[in-house]
Structure formats: structure tokens, C-alpha cells
């Protein structure tokens, strides 16, 4: 019904940077809020940046001042720019977002993850 693809993972070294990006595709009427999530081995995922539709954005307080999180909302596209890089940063990130269907429901919906490492 609807489907999220990220992609831009990968391996970097500390002090580095990455750009994931997470598209949206299917039948979907409105996006809402857009989030990136990550979840490292051995701990639970968590939030890293949500922005809503009326462009707010919020960060957890970890990645504040390295990592931006920006939308096209053309494109259906949520973009998460990392710098500084950390190897604390290493986890899976997911994207999430929240939209509303052709059919008028509201629905949430996880991309398969993009696995980033950093190494010291």
C-alpha cells in the first residue's frame, strides 16, 4: 500500500559524514511527520530527528549540532545529513513516516533499515 526505500548507508570513519535518504511511493494522499530511527546492537530503537509537515524538526539530544533532518515533499524523499560522525552513531537507522492513504486512513509505516558503521 505504501512502501518506504532508504538508502546511503555504509561504512565511514569517525569525524566523517553520510546522507540517508527514504522515499515514499504508493497511495498516499497527505505525508505527515517524517522520522529517522536507529537501534544499535543490544539496545532499543530510538528516535533521531522527526520533522513534521509544517517543516518542525526535532533531535535528539545525542546527534544536536551534527545531524540535519530535511524533506521533499515532491519527491516524497526524507533526507538525514550526518556529520561528525561518532562510532557511537553506528546502528541501524529506519525511516518512519507517518501519512495519510488515498482512502482516507492514517498509517504508519517503517523502511527495511539502512545499516551505518563508524569506525574510531
Known amino acids: 500500500q505504501v512502501q518506504l526505500v532508504e538508502s546511503g548507508g555504509g561504512l565511514v570513519q569517525a569525524g566523517g559524514s553520510l546522507r540517508l535518504s527514504c522515499a515514499a511511493s504508493?497511495?498516499?494522499?497527505?505525508?505527515?511527520?517524517m522520522s529517522w530511527y536507529r537501534q544499535a546492537p543490544g539496545n532499543e530503537r530510538e528516535l533521531v530527528a522527526t520533522l513534521t509537515s509544517g517543516g518542525s524538526a526535532e533531535y535528539a539530544d545525542s546527534v544536536k549540532g551534527r545531524f540535519t533532518i530535511s524533506r521533499d515533499n515532491a519527491k516524497k524523499t526524507v533526507y538525514l545529513q550526518m556529520n561528525s560522525l561518532k562510532p557511537e552513531d553506528t546502528a541501524v537507522y529506519y525511516c518512519?513516516?507517518?501519512?495519510?492513504?488515498?482512502?482516507?486512513?492514517?498509517?504508519?509505516?517503517w523502511g527495511q533499515g539502512t545499516l551505518v558503521t563508524v569506525s574510531s
Open positions: 518512519h513516516t507517518e501519512v495519510v492513504t488515498t482512502s482516507l486512513s492514517d498509517l504508519g509505516v
Open positions: 504508493g497511495l498516499i494522499f497527505r505525508i505527515n511527520a
